[in-house]
């Protein structure tokens, strides 16, 4: 009777953060539900929608008088795919995350509730074999009835009823012809469909498709990747090609090879803004059979395209990195463009980065995994010299155009020469100019946003902070707009006339930020068209890509940005490109601040040139030998990623080693110091047997408060990843309280 009991029990995964899987037990008039089924729950005095992970979980420690039954079972098969099941079970493992909020976080919007079904649907009219007599006969139905019959009469399949209104059948009319069984009208779902709402760039030139030849370059890598996806086992490929090398042809060519092959692709891009041109290229081939997902879709939206893939209706899903989640079937090929991209990591639990699940995924499904970069990142690089992937180069930009010649400005020359206010340089603005007189484009990379960056006070030196973190405010706007805002809590006050501090009526802005460039830019040129990309300007949904087709459209002459500017998008009329300080980003208290500056120098100066006419870029920089710079100016990867390792490699850092950072959360600043103290000790202990592991800690945390909490930090590195998590895990089991209060990042991008 026990093992009975025990074999109807299951375990679901609910949508509550801090827990873990919990079990259920099948009522016995019920059949048991597959793993990915949706099932109502009790939980305390609420009952929640959760996932059952594991349909035959075996023994559970719980008492089987205390295993609540399930209220509900919503789905008699797998709502959820069983391998994506399987799939956010390994990420939650990995990344210390609850199963259930790992679980809820890939689901798609409406799938809570019960089974009301949250497609949309429209009325549809058409006419019937009698409708289509009295259209024929004369004076059976009035003149108006008579107009809607021929006008169905046209129309086999029926026209929409908002259609047909619109064209004069009013909703009246249309029932009176119903009721004599002249008409019949039908509900039909209609998928929502992001693709109208988006605005697509017209297609590149020569389009892709097979009329376009691969260059001789592009041909010798596709058919190594096209081999290595027509092994169908799982392997990793970097696709190691610098900026402009036709990577997105290749891309979409080995799609095409794989959904003939008969299996569906998976295409990840970092960040929302690129999905429409991507989704766009791909309509080319796929037509509609190509889906998208990410979180700028409105719930309706995502729920729609989430159904259209399930249903196995389409062949390519585009999306960001929640889409390595989506339902596809049996995955072929999964891509990951600008693989290096922060974006792909999520800063919030569960914090996994979409290019390390795409890998798991591809393990999975025995699929071909490409990770695309100019830039891979040091992970991605080592491994590939490793051997744990293939590695496929293009050296060149397609139709051999040149790479941007790159220029360094050192800005300490012309703080001597102009005063230390000088936001352009020299160089910078002539190259600008140049570009206006002869209408071509530039774009002016800044990444930094605000006015001026910090107030400052002369006599005490102080400078105005947000009261509930350990940061200065920035400046937005000018004159009477000014305001002083947080960019981390988002508090905001009018600029102070006198220093908090001291009183005194000496306050100075310093720094400068997006706003400042175009003001000095519309200052020296007051009639450029000048615009500014940041997230302070397309904080509207939208706006981010109205800006980015203006500019592609030539209405605008200069482009000021954020890295946002830096990413994937094909500007073919830029030829200049203007960093105006390389070095934000070099002076933090963080072990990839020179990788992260490499990159972003060497991708912005990467859009730079990409048509038929040669780029320049031009860098201004306090620091014109710093090895990021002088690397990036020569576009010069393997030479960075040799001088780089050194450094991880001294300083034991990824990829030479594992980390996971830690930050401990508290209201005041020793309670963080001691909570994390404590964590520390515990995990001393453990890792006393433990060969090669480090604890670095507790110190406080570069960001030392944030919304109004301090926080304490510390870091475990070594090389066995498993047991750092399980130990660190244990250590945190033994104090739950802190536990609540601390944020745990595997394999952290940034450690501030
Ligand atoms: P990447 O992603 O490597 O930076 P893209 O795929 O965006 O480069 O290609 C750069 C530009 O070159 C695009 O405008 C693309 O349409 C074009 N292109 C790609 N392959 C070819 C080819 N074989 N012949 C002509 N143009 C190409
Ligand atoms: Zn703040």
Redesign the pocket.
């Known amino acids: 009777l026990c093992g009975r009991s025990s074999s109807r029990n299951v375990l679901v995964a609910v949508p509550v953060p801090a827990l873990d899987l919990l079990t259920y037990r099948v009522p016995d008039d019920s059949p048991i539900p597959p793993a990915g089924a949706r099932v109502v729950v009790p939980l305390g005095s609420r009952a929640v929608t959760g996932i059952v992970v594991d349909a035959d979980p075996g023994a559970s420690d719980v008492a089987d008088a205390d295993i609540k039954p399930i209220r509900q079972l919503l789905d008699r098969h797998a709502f959820l795919p069983p391998d994506v099941v399987a799939l956010t079970r390994w990420t939650a493992e990995y990344y210390a995350a609850g199963a259930g909020e790992t679980i809820t976080a890939v689901l798609p919007p409406k799938s809570r509730g019960d089974r009301a079904d949250a497609h949309k649907t429209r009325r549809v009219v058409a006419i019937t074999a009698s409708g289509m007599e009295a259209a024929a006969a004369a004076g059976v139905v009035t003149p108006k009835q008579q107009e809607v019959l021929a006008m169905l009469a046209g129309a086999p399949d029926g026209i929409a009823s908002p259609q047909l209104a619109a064209r004069g059948g009013s909703p009246d009319t249309i029932a009176r012809l119903a009721r004599q069984g002249l008409v019949v009208v039908r509900r039909e779902r209609v998928d929502r469909d992001p693709f109208d709402a988006a605005s697509l760039p017209a297609p590149?030139p020569?389009g892709p498709g097979p009329a376009?030849?691969?260059?001789t370059e592009?041909a010798g890598a596709f058919d190594r990747l096209h081999a290595l996806a027509a092994s169908k086992s799982f392997q990793v490929a970097l696709l190691h090609?610098v900026?402009?090398?036709?990577?997105?042809?290749l891309y979409i060519r080995l799609s095409r090879a794989v959904r003939d092959a008969g299996r569906g692709v998976l295409m990840l891009v970092p960040e929302i803004a690129l999905t429409p041109a991507v989704a766009s290229l791909f309509r080319e081939t796929f037509a509609d059979r190509v889906a998208i997902q990410h979180s700028g879709l409105s719930d309706g939206e995502r729920h729609d395209q989430w159904q259209r893939i399930r249903e196995g209706r389409v062949e390519v899903v585009v999306g960001t990195r929640s889409a390595v989640f989506a339902p596809l079937d049996r995955p072929g090929l999964i891509v990951v463009d600008e693989e290096h991209d922060a974006s792909y990591k999520q800063e919030e639990s569960p914090r996994y980065n979409g290019r390390d699940v795409a890998i798991v995924r591809g393990r999975q499904a025995g699929a071909l995994v490409v990770l695309g970069s100019?830039t891979p990142s040091m992970e991605s690089y080592y491994n590939a010299l490793a051997g744990k992937y293939h590695r496929v180069v293009l050296e060149r930009r397609?139709?051999d155009r040149p790479l941007p010649s790159v220029t360094v400005v050192d800005m300490r020359e012309e703080y001597a020469d102009g005063g230390p206010d000088v936001v352009l340089s020299r160089a910078l603005k002539a190259a600008i100019g140049v570009r206006l007189d002869r209408r071509e484009q530039s774009l002016v990379l800044l990444n930094r946003r605000g006015f001026a960056t910090a107030v400052f006070c002369r006599q005490c030196a102080g400078t105005v902070d947000c009261p509930n973190c350990s940061v200065s405010l920035v400046v937005h706007g000018e004159g009477a707009a000014r305001r002083a805002r947080c960019h981390y809590c988002n508090f905001s006050a009018r600029v102070p006339a006198a220093c908090p501090l001291c009183a005194a009526p000496y306050l100075e802005q310093t720094g400068f930020g997006t706003e400042r460039v175009v003001a000095e830019i519309e200052r020296a040129w007051p009639a450029a068209r000048v615009a500014r990309l940041d997230r302070d300007s397309v904080r509207r949904k939208g706006a981010l890509a109205g800006l980015l087709a203006r500019f592609r459209d030539g209405e605008i002459d200069v482009l000021v940005g954020t890295q946002m500017i830096a990413k994937g998008h094909?500007f073919?009329r830029v030829t200049l490109v203007g960093i105006v300080s390389a070095d934000v980003g070099l002076g933090m208290a963080d072990f990839r601040a020179s990788e992260r500056t490499f990159q972003l120098l060497t991708q912005v100066a990467g859009r730079a040139g990409?048509g038929e006419q040669p780029g320049d870029a031009i860098v201004q920089t306090i620091y014109p030998n710093h090895y990021s710079i002088q690397l990036a100016c020569r576009q010069d990867y393997a030479g960075f990623y040799e001088r780089e390792l050194r450094f991880r490699k001294a300083m034991r850092y990824p990829p030479v080693v594992s980390l996971i950072n830690s930050v401990v959360r508290s209201r005041t600043f020793a309670g963080a110091m001691d909570d994390a103290a404590d964590i520390v000790q515990r995990l001393r202990r453990l890792a006393e047997a433990a060969a090669g592991v480090a604890i670095l800690g507790p110190a406080p945390a570069p960001l030392g408060k944030l919304r109004g909490e301090y926080r304490a930090q510390f870091l475990v590195k070594g090389t066995n990843r498993r047991w750092m998590r399980e130990a660190l895990m244990a250590a945190l089991a033994g104090r739950p309280d802190v536990q609540r209060r601390t944020v745990v990042d595997v394999d952290p991008l940034s450690v501030l």
């Open positions: 590149s020569g376009r030849r691969l260059t592009q090609g900026t402009g090398s036709g990577k997105t042809e100019a397609v139709l094909d073919p990409r």
